[in-house]
Every structure is written in structure tokens, then in C-alpha cells.
């Protein structure tokens, strides 16, 4: 933790990280399902009641409900607190390292990203555009102002200015990362005549490429691959799944990877 950090600015944070963690589950939702994430009112998807402004407050009001909801009395899923809860952790973990900085923008932004990324492809299997390609050009906007961990610029553009390594970094990390593996991930496709790599992981390797660099990028997928190959494995054997037919969701691996690079090390 940066010791001039304010515990009253971890407390905001933490506040903000459930708020914005409410507006997340809302993406989570609505986007796989073309829906507007602006209109209409947050709604009860079991029965399509509004849901009043005191029974969607963060955290609470699903604790005074308990875990129902008031109109039809059905299961308020364990997603939304979940997510809510993840979000302000991470927050906080993040302006705890960081401080009251630039950096601590651009974190807490790829941070959103993930968790709406981890769930969508958990329970929808789909990774949308809106944040994978939205957040790679976060990513380059933000490689303008700070630069994008990796040391590809110093070994082939020695002596470039810091913009010109930052966005070389950038750009380097994203095809790297990606190129290699969606060929691969086609080939394979073409060995087992299924599909084994989606394009929406694709984009995720560059939105990762783009935000971490190439090294720290690598280490995010290793780490993403090898959990979810385990976990999924476990899965199969465990549920008597056909491993044949089981789509894993690599890509919320990979989310889970990526997500705690920034907190674990200082980029």
C-alpha cells in the first residue's frame, strides 16, 4: 500500500468500485442480449418488474431481500453481489498500489473490462466487441500518456522517445500475442473439425496485448490457460461431461490471469 494514501480515499474507493460493479452487471446482462444498458429501468429478468431505487442499492439491498426478489419472490442470482463485491475489492487493491494517479485510471478501467469479459464468457460464452475492441482503444489512448510495460521498443527501436516505444510496445504486444495463437487456434479447429478458438478470444489477446505488453501478456494467458485447463478438466471429470463436445470459457481464464498482473506487480 502507498503510505500517503488517505484510508478515506480506499473507503471512495471501495464505495465507487460498487457502484460501478452495479452499472457492470448490467452490461453483463443486457449486452449479450442487445438490449440498451441506458433504458429502460433495471428490471427483474424473471417477472420484468422495476425494481425500485431502495431494492438496487449495492450489496444491501440484496442482503435485505435476501437474495430474492420483492415483486415475484424468485432468486435474485449470486452473479450480482458477486460482482459487485469483486469490483470494489479490486478497487481498492488497485488505488492502494497505485495511488491518486493516472495509472490508477487506467487499471481500475481494465479491471471493468474483465469482469463484464469474465462473465459474459462464463455464462454466455460470448466476449463482447463493446469491450474488447472499446477497450483496445482505451488501451492505445492511454499508451499516449503512459507507457505500455514490455521491453520490445529498447531491443528493436533502441533510442526511440517514449510515445514512440510506448505505442511500439502496444502494437508489438497485441499481434504477438494474438497472431501466434488464433493461427494455431485455427489449425487445431481444422484438426478436430470444431471450432477451438473463438474470434472473440482473439480480440481479448490484443485488448490484453495492448494493455500489459508482450511479456506480461504471455504470463496473463500462461497462467489463464493452465488454470483453466485444470479447472475444466476437473469439470468434465466431475460432471461426466463429453470432453468432446464441452466448451471451455477460456477466454474468463484468461480474464482471470490478466486482472491480477497489475495487482501483483507494479507496472
Known amino acids: 500500500m502507498q503510505p500517503d494514501i488517505p484510508v478515506v480515499f480506499l473507503v471512495f474507493a471501495g464505495l465507487f468500485g460498487l457502484l460501478i ?3 457492470l452487471n448490467v452490461c453483463i446482462y443486457r449486452i449479450p442480449r442487445d438490449v440498451s444498458v441506458v433504458v429502460p429501468r433495471s428490471f427483474c429478468p424473471e417477472c420484468g418488474a422495476q ?3 431502495f431494492d438496487n442499492i449495492p450489496l444491501l439491498s440484496y442482503t435485505m431481500l435476501r437474495g430474492r426478489c420483492r415483486a415475484c419472490a424468485k432468486p435474485i442470482g449470486f452473479r ?3 460482482v459487485e463485491l469483486a469490483t470494489a475489492v479490486l478497487f481498492v487493491w488497485t488505488v492502494a498500489g497505485y495511488g491518486l494517479t493516472l495509472s490508477t485510471a487506467k487499471w481500475l478501467l481494465f479491471e471493468a473490462i474483465l469482469v463484464v469479459l469474465f462473465f459474459t464468457d462464463l455464462e454466455e460464452r460470448i466476449l463482447p466487441d463493446e469491450f474488447t475492441i472499446g477497450g483496445s482503444i ?3 489512448i492511454f499508451a499516449f500518456f503512459l507507457p505500455v ?3 520490445m521498443a529498447d531491443l528493436l527501436v533502441p533510442g526511440a522517445s517514449p510515445l514512440v516505444s510506448s505505442l511500439f510496445d502496444a502494437v508489438v504486444g497485441a499481434s504477438l500475442l494474438a497472431v501466434p495463437i488464433a ?3 485455427f489449425l487445431w479447429s481444422k484438426v478436430r473439425r470444431r471450432e477451438a478458438l473463438g474470434l472473440g478470444d482473439v480480440k481479448l ?3 490484453l496485448g495492448i494493455f500489459l505488453g508482450l511479456e506480461k501478456g504471455i504470463v496473463a494467458v500462461l ?3 493452465v488454470g483453466g485447463a485444470v479447472i475444466g478438466l476437473l469439470y468434465i471429470v466431475f460432471t461426466r461431461k463429453r470432453a468432446s463436445t464441452y466448451e471451455l470459457p477460456l477466454g474468463s481464464f484468461m480474464c482471470v490471469g490478466a486482472v491480477a498482473i497489475p495487482l501483483i506487480s507494479k507496472l
Open 51 to 53: 425494481i425500485a431505487w
Open 205 to 207: 489477446l490484443i485488448l
Open 183 to 185: 493461427v494455431l487456434g
Open 80 to 82: 450480482y453481489p458477486t
Open 21 to 23: 460493479g452495479s452499472f
Open 223 to 225: 497462467v489463464g490457460s
Open 138 to 140: 482505451a488501451g492505445l
Open 149 to 151: 510495460p514490455g521491453s
